[in-house]
């Protein structure tokens, strides 16, 4: 099970700022674990976000994005107590949505 | 007899210019790592481990099925908003000066009944120690933006404060080093960042206000136990037990000189 990531959303002046935190380890596929083995890869993949059921962001990640991503954006438009809604999908075929409210 | 003088002259010109010029260079690119810094701030993700460190506050484990939330970090038991700028401080009922970590697992051992000789003896990236350094995280958190006071009243705390001074000045291993060898200066740096003058106040919040922290190059979460544990490894002395009295001691130093300065844990580090 996926961790839940802290998404925080601020409008201002009609401008709508989204900041989200992942919880993800984002491994890349090419180190090693201590035994020499490859470690496989394991990342997210997709990503969308929804602002008040309209997407405003979809995402095509690869390896190179790192453990626990960061992703902050400004949307034109959204009010406050719109709701932001995050979801993932990673190369294992693990999904995880979150969602906050504008403030 | 002119001419040598103005080649002297000159040459201390050049010399001058160099230097000035390095410096701008290293101030620059100080505030480079400033400004990295800074931005890193926003979105840390220590506090994806603040979040789960307070849910394993909250959960029953261990042989009695017990929490931690009735666990006393010194301000009485279950009182964890600004227990840590307090931090390390004496315990009557262990009769003993313990730092944050070590008094969880005194907690973890009462309340819960867990045996912690495993925990102890295992590594600090392993699943073993995780529960810790997010509990560290979020016991931290629960001081931001508090002063830190560690009291240096009590003979033990006194006492403790005393042996992380002689062992910041204690030199050994095969490199001859001691925690002064780097920190002992003020205005020193290590490759291009800046080596906190520990004794001072302002050089030991440095390190004591922003630890325990996430690590972007590595991806961690570090408690201070953590970082203690890599200074010793880093000056190639023998690895120290971790919560051993030897970690409190150079806690206490650090705290103890830290007094006044506002906790900004968790921290996040390059």
Redesign the interface.
Known sequence: MANPMKIRATNKDGITEIKILMNHEMETGQRKDASGNLIPAWFINEVNVDLNGKSVLKAEWGPSVSKNPYMAFKVKGGKAGDKVVCTWTDNKGDKRTDEATVS | MRAPHIKASLFVVIALAFSVSSQAQQDSTSAGIEAYREALQ??N?A??YV??GAEIWKKKAGPKEASLEKCDLGLGPGKVKGAYAQLPRYFKDTNKVQDLESRLLTCMEKLQGVDTTEIVKAAFSSPKKADLVALSAYISAESKGMKVKVSLAHPKERQMYDLGRRLFYYEAGPYDFACATCHGQDGKRIRLQDLPYIPSAEGAAKGWTTWPA?R?SS?QMWSMQWRINDCFRQQRFPEPIYASDVTVAISSFMAGNSNGSVMQTPGIKR
Do not use: K, T
């Open positions: 926003d979105g993700p506090d994806l979040d789960s996430y972007v991806g």
